[in-house]
């Protein structure tokens, strides 16, 4: 007998392949997964991949379990109406629920002059190919640029310093500012042992070919610049006329339903319940995608979705190969002073990293076995009516 409910899941990273695999817990489902290339990219190893220090792109035949139909193309907009998910191909995709998991992506502010034509992202696989590509015509002894004191700057900074680069930090406010006192002195260490110029609390103004300038109107000589300052959100939901909030995220209920159509469900980045998202993360991601699918699973079975339930343990982050982070936090995400530094650090962040690819794969071929740490429904208002 043929399925009746089709799923369509656009985007197909940390929080739409597990959703996909997770809806594979009912019999009754067509999932389809949307997503612009026919690799998953493990983004936590992006600034590994660029150093040339590891790989990020995985085979999709060894995460998507049985009854996933992978379509390798761009949603272009969604059709609440016709319950069409419109591709850039042209072709057009009927649906009973969409789970909306769409992601981030880099945020070259066009504001910053030079900064889009100039800078390199390293948030996807194909700018962070180009970078690589890039830095390969780079002199070693050459001054490149990391803007963006957060972990992506952080990593990638330590990542190119320890393969022998000459490397200027740049933060907007403090040098990792997400972790507490002690951790960030360790960082600090770490980077001025290796030869990381850190500037804190230093904002960019001009982008050009061979220099960053900065408000004051400094000048540094920048052989590259890598521009890892915030992220952004795809549009998909402002053009497909759904509310979202000033980024860009899809305005959804604690469930993660849309406020405008109970049958878009969203995940990950670009979800925002109750107006107020969760951290941009991999951690989230996971979580999130299990949740929107279980929403979507309660709507066919005619029950009352659960509340989002997730509790912050922290983050980790790699400094170079040998060294790394494990910040420990309160539920709500606000760090406390402690952390593992240095070899068990590094230990723990690649352990998480494997985690995060080996818990889809374990979901494709058990749906259902995805765990993750509660901590109780979020006490919030929704900021939006």
Same mark, same amino acid.
């Not at 983050?315 to 420990?328: D, E, K, L, P, T």
């Given at each position: 007998?043929?399925?009746?409910?089709? %799923?369509?899941?656009?985007?197909? @990273?940390?929080?739409?392949? /597990?959703?996909?695999?997770? /809806?594979?817990?009912?019999?009754?489902?067509?999932?389809?997964?949307?997503?612009?290339?026919?690799?998953?990219?493990?983004?936590?190893?992006?600034?590994?991949?660029?150093?040339?220090?590891?790989?990020?792109?995985?085979?999709?035949?060894?995460?998507?379990?049985?009854?996933?139909? /992978?379509?390798?193309? !761009?949603?272009?907009?969604?059709?609440?109406?016709?319950?069409?998910?419109? /591709?850039?191909?042209?072709?057009?995709?009927?649906?009973?629920?969409? %789970?909306?998991?769409?992601?981030?992506?880099?945020?070259?502010?066009?504001?910053?002059? @030079?900064?889009?034509?100039?800078?390199?992202?390293?948030?996807?696989?194909?700018? +962070?190919?180009?970078?690589?590509?890039?830095?390969?015509?780079?002199?070693?002894? +050459?001054?490149?640029?990391?803007?963006?004191?957060?972990?992506?700057? %952080?990593?990638?900074?330590?990542?190119?310093?320890?393969?022998?680069?000459?490397?200027?930090?740049?933060?907007?406010? !403090?040098?990792?500012?997400?972790?507490?006192?002690?951790?960030?002195?360790?960082?600090?260490? $770490?980077?001025?042992?290796?030869?990381?110029?850190? %500037?804190?609390? +230093?904002?960019? !103004?001009?982008?050009?070919?061979?220099?960053?300038?900065?408000?004051?109107?400094?000048?540094?000589?920048?052989?590259?610049?890598? $521009?890892?300052? @915030?992220? @952004?959100?795809?549009?998909?939901?402002?053009?497909?006329?759904?509310?979202?909030?000033?980024?860009?995220?899809?305005?959804?209920?604690?469930?993660?339903?849309?406020?405008?159509?109970?049958?878009?469900?969203?995940?990950?980045?670009?979800?925002?319940? !109750?107006?107020?998202?969760?951290?941009?993360?991999?951690?989230?991601?996971?979580?999130?995608?299990?949740?929107?699918?279980?929403?979507?699973?309660?709507?066919?079975?005619?029950?009352?979705?659960?509340?989002?339930?997730?509790?912050?343990?922290?983050?980790?982050?790699?400094?170079?190969?040998?060294?790394?982070?494990?910040?420990?936090?309160?539920?709500?995400?606000?760090?406390?002073?402690?952390?593992?530094?240095?070899?068990?650090?590094?230990?723990?962040?690649?352990?998480?990293?494997?985690?995060?690819?080996?818990?889809?794969?374990?979901?494709?071929?058990?749906?259902?076995?995805?765990?993750?740490?509660?901590?109780?429904?979020?006490?919030?208002?929704?900021?939006?009516?």
């Amino acid at each position: 007998m043929s399925t009746s409910h089709k %799923i369509v899941v656009i985007g197909g @990273g940390y929080a739409g392949t /597990l959703a996909a695999n997770h /809806l594979r817990m009912s019999s009754d489902v067509h999932i389809t997964l949307v997503n612009s290339r026919p690799e998953f990219v493990d983004r936590i190893r992006l600034h590994q991949y660029v150093a040339g220090t590891g790989e990020a792109a995985v085979d999709y035949g060894t995460l998507l379990g049985e009854g996933v139909d /992978l379509v390798v193309d !761009s949603a272009a907009r969604i059709d609440a109406v016709a319950r069409e998910v419109r /591709l850039e191909s042209g072709r057009a995709l009927d649906y009973d629920y969409v %789970i909306y998991a769409v992601g981030s992506v880099g945020a070259r502010p066009s504001a910053v002059p @030079g900064a889009v034509e100039f800078a390199f992202d390293i948030s996807e696989y194909e700018p +962070a190919r180009r970078l690589r590509a890039r830095l390969a015509d780079v002199p070693l002894d +050459a001054q490149v640029t990391v803007v963006g004191g957060g972990l992506t700057g %952080i990593e990638t900074a330590a990542e190119l310093a320890e393969r022998g680069r000459r490397v200027t930090l740049v933060c907007g406010r !403090s040098l990792a500012p997400y972790f507490s006192s002690g951790s960030r002195r360790y960082t600090a260490g $770490w980077l001025s042992r290796h030869g990381v110029t850190v %500037i804190e609390g +230093a904002q960019v !103004s001009e982008v050009t070919p061979d220099a960053v300038v900065f408000a004051d109107g400094a000048e540094r000589p920048s052989a590259l610049t890598v $521009w890892a300052a @915030g992220f @952004g959100v795809p549009q998909l939901a402002v053009a497909s006329g759904l509310r979202t909030d000033e980024l860009g995220r899809l305005l959804t209920d604690e469930t993660l339903t849309s406020i405008d159509d109970d049958r878009i469900v969203a995940a990950g980045d670009a979800a925002a319940p !109750s107006g107020r998202p969760l951290r941009m993360s991999c951690y989230a991601a996971g979580p999130l995608g299990a949740q929107a699918a279980d929403t979507v699973l309660s709507r066919i079975a005619g029950t009352e979705p659960e509340p989002i339930n997730v509790r912050f343990t922290g983050a980790c982050v790699s400094i170079g190969r040998h060294a790394g982070i494990r910040q420990f936090a309160r539920k709500d995400d606000t760090a406390v002073n402690v952390y593992i530094s240095g070899r068990a650090g590094a230990a723990i962040k690649e352990a998480t990293c494997k985690l995060a690819v080996g818990r889809i794969r374990r979901e494709a071929r058990k749906p259902g076995s995805y765990v993750y740490v509660k901590g109780g429904p979020r006490s919030v208002e929704p900021a939006f009516v």
